[in-house]
């Protein structure tokens, strides 16, 4: 949806609400909110902007504070709308750890005591312009002494994350903008390690359509939803 609008917010965001609406999402992901949420008025924040949106919303959302903000366009973040009756059901909220704002995640509770963790993520592109997520996350990094390629570092923290939930007995949502192709990729193989399923392939077959607009070539899906099994 290409990030949360900065200047006359309200038309987009009205735009946002009512597709949510139409279609009756219960949970909602959002990747790339392309927002530092510190830098914007009380009145343009998440919570703000949302506040009448429905009845009852849970939100969980995460961006870069892992240095001082310099401009309100921040590309990268991460939320997750739980709304009306979902809302009611979540109970526990959490973030990516290193504070880059790589994913959020909400949990619920279900029937016959399951419970349910859904997670929002973005995996940064391969290596480009010095304010893209790669470079954010490059940066921080190095400053912590980290070798590691951002994009690795993603899937081998995502990973560990996936164990922790799995661990506890959760079942697992991860709806995903994995920027590769999920029919082959070290991303495809880390999720699968991880005992999840690429529900998009298994339901369209290998063959299906791409899952972003500006895709022309039918790679599927660089967007994605994981479910466990």
């Given at each position: 949806?290409?990030?949360?609008?900065?200047?006359?917010?309200?038309?987009?965001?009205?735009?946002?609400?009512?597709?949510?609406?139409?279609?009756?999402?219960?949970?909602?992901g959002i990747a790339e909110?392309?927002?530092?949420?510190?830098?914007?008025?009380?009145?343009?924040?998440?919570?703000?902007?949302?506040?009448?949106?429905?009845?009852?919303?849970?939100?969980?959302?995460?961006?870069?504070?892992?240095?001082?903000?310099?401009?309100?366009?921040?590309?990268?973040?991460?939320?997750?709308?739980?709304?009306?009756?979902?809302?009611?059901?979540?109970?526990?909220?959490?973030?990516?750890?290193?504070?880059?704002?790589?994913?959020?995640?909400?949990?619920?509770?279900?029937?016959?005591?399951?419970?349910?963790?859904?997670?929002?993520?973005?995996?940064?592109?391969?290596?480009?312009?010095?304010?893209?997520?790669?470079?954010?996350?490059?940066?921080?990094?190095?400053?912590?002494?980290?070798?590691?390629?951002?994009?690795?570092?993603?899937?081998?923290?995502?990973?560990?994350?996936?164990?922790?939930?799995?661990?506890?007995?959760?079942?697992?949502?991860?709806?995903?903008?994995?920027?590769?192709?999920?029919?082959?990729?070290?991303?495809?193989?880390?999720?699968?390690?991880?005992?999840?399923?690429?529900?998009?392939?298994?339901?369209?077959?290998?063959?299906?359509?791409?899952?972003?607009?500006?895709?022309?070539?039918?790679?599927?899906?660089?967007?994605?939803?994981?479910?466990?099994?």
């Amino acid at each position: 949806m290409g990030g949360f609008a900065t200047h006359d917010y309200k038309i987009k965001d009205s735009i946002i609400r009512r597709g949510i609406t139409k279609w009756e999402f219960d949970i909602f992901g959002i990747a790339e909110t392309n927002i530092d949420w510190r830098l914007v008025d009380e009145d343009m924040r998440l919570n703000s902007r949302t506040r009448q949106w429905w009845e009852s919303l849970h939100l969980s959302f995460a961006h870069n504070t892992t240095f001082p903000g310099s401009r309100v366009c921040q590309y990268g973040g991460t939320a997750l709308f739980s709304i009306d009756k979902a809302a009611h059901c979540a109970f526990q909220r959490g973030s990516d750890e290193t504070k880059l704002g790589r994913w959020c995640w909400t949990r619920y509770k279900g029937k016959n005591g399951h419970t349910l963790t859904v997670i929002t993520a973005y995996h940064p592109n391969p290596p480009g312009g010095p304010i893209t997520v790669y470079a954010q996350h490059n940066n921080y990094f190095n400053s912590i002494r980290d070798g590691r390629c951002p994009r690795v570092a993603f899937l081998q923290d995502l990973a560990s994350l996936l164990q922790q939930i799995l661990s506890k007995g959760n079942h697992i949502i991860l709806m995903l903008d994995g920027n590769c192709d999920m029919r082959q990729s070290d991303l495809k193989v880390t999720l699968t390690q991880c005992d999840l399923r690429e529900v998009l392939i298994e339901r369209y077959g290998p063959n299906g359509p791409s899952t972003f607009r500006r895709n022309n070539t039918d790679t599927p899906p660089l967007l994605t939803d994981f479910g466990h099994h």
